[in-house]
C-alpha cells in the first residue's frame, strides 16, 4: 500500500486558481496510476482527472477539461492538480487516490487500492 496525504486547498474567489499536491509514501508511488476525485455534500464521490503511472497519459472530466490540469513528479513522489479558472460548482472536498492494478487509472473509486483523507476547496461567488 501506498499512503497518500492531500494539501494545498483553501478558500478562493470565482475565476482564481489553486494547485493541490498529492504526496506518496511507502511502496513505489511510480507503479500507482493516481487520480483526484471530489465529494461535494450531499453527492456521490465524482471523477475529476486521473495521469498514468509514466505521467505520458492524462485524462480529464468534462467539467473541468481545460481549466485544470494533473501533473506528477516521480522524483518527488507528488502528483499535483492545477486548477484554474475555478467557480462555484467546483467546491468540494479533493481526493487523491492510487491503484497499480491500472495503467492508465479508473474513472471509478472501487478501482483504486490507497485513498487519501482529503483537502477542501471552496469557490465563493
Known amino acids: 500500500q501506498v499512503q497518500l496525504v492531500e494539501s494545498g486547498g483553501g478558500l478562493v474567489q470565482a475565476g482564481g486558481s489553486l494547485r493541490l499536491s498529492c504526496a506518496a509514501s511507502?511502496?513505489?508511488?511510480?507503479?500507482?496510476?493516481v487520480g483526484w476525485f471530489r465529494q461535494a455534500p450531499g453527492k456521490e464521490r465524482e471523477f475529476v482527472s486521473t495521469?498514468?503511472?509514466?505521467?505520458?497519459?492524462?485524462y480529464y472530466a468534462d467539467s473541468v477539461k481545460g481549466r485544470f490540469t494533473i501533473s506528477r513528479d516521480s522524483a518527488k513522489n507528488t502528483v499535483y492538480l492545477q486548477m484554474n479558472s475555478l467557480k462555484p460548482e467546483d467546491t468540494a472536498v479533493y481526493y487523491c487516490a492510487a491503484t497499480f492494478r491500472y495503467y492508465g487509472g479508473s474513472l471509478r473509486p472501487t478501482d483504486y487500492d490507497s485513498w487519501g483523507r482529503g483537502t477542501q476547496v471552496t469557490v465563493s461567488s
Open positions: 495521469i498514468t503511472w509514466s505521467g505520458d497519459n492524462t
Open positions: 511507502g511502496r513505489t508511488f511510480s507503479n500507482y496510476a
